[in-house]
């Protein structure tokens, strides 16, 4: 008992802190930057202030209701799952892992349900606030998630040989993204480089007792 209350302290920390890290930058971002604005902090790391309706790194694929809808299923799943694995014991690093894409989940999800009720819109020309509801920029699960993350290691032209491409400008890394999306693929990675046999072992258990 005392085991599984110290790993679920643990699982519960681990996501209280990437939650206030996340929400704490992106509110600074939101009330304190324009729309597409730039803060130079090296020649390869910028805070590059940007707003998407889709998924990690700025993709948008899926209708904003679906993708926000589809959020909410992902954490209640991720949440129930590392309930189980707390209460089953399991190694401390696979619980760090999944307690790292739940909270960058979790931090998304806050952005995409809340944020359009509760900030002015953000526009090259004003900076968003808190606003009373009915005031805001759009309705509950429309709102948009904030990006600032922006790594731009090297810089180079295409090319002129290569198809589609050659001539035109290679910039790496080019997505914007958030401290959620780098703690969901912190855990994601961690967890298919070091847990993964583990992961097969867990799924194997549970496949013989049903």
Known sequence: MKE?????????????????????????VKTNMYWHENIRITDWFYISFTENN???????????????????????????????????????????????????AIGNTIDCVLYGKIFSESTHSSIAEFVPFGTSYSKWFYGKVVDMLYFPLFETIWPEWIPFVGGTQFIFFRPIFNFADVAVCCGFITLVLFYSKYLNHIIENHKSLT
């Open 54 to 104: 889709g998924m990690a790194f700025g993709m948008e694929i899926f209708n904003k209701f679906f993708l926000t809808t589809f959020r909410i299923i992902a954490v209640i799943g991720i949440t129930w799952l590392l309930i189980q694995c707390v209460k089953k014991k399991h190694k401390t690093g696979f619980l760090v892992c999944v307690s790292l894409i739940l909270a960058g």
């Open 4 to 28: 599984t209350t110290t790993k679920g302290k643990l699982s519960a920390l681990v996501m209280i802190t990437v939650l206030v890290i996340d929400q704490a930058i992106k509110i600074w």
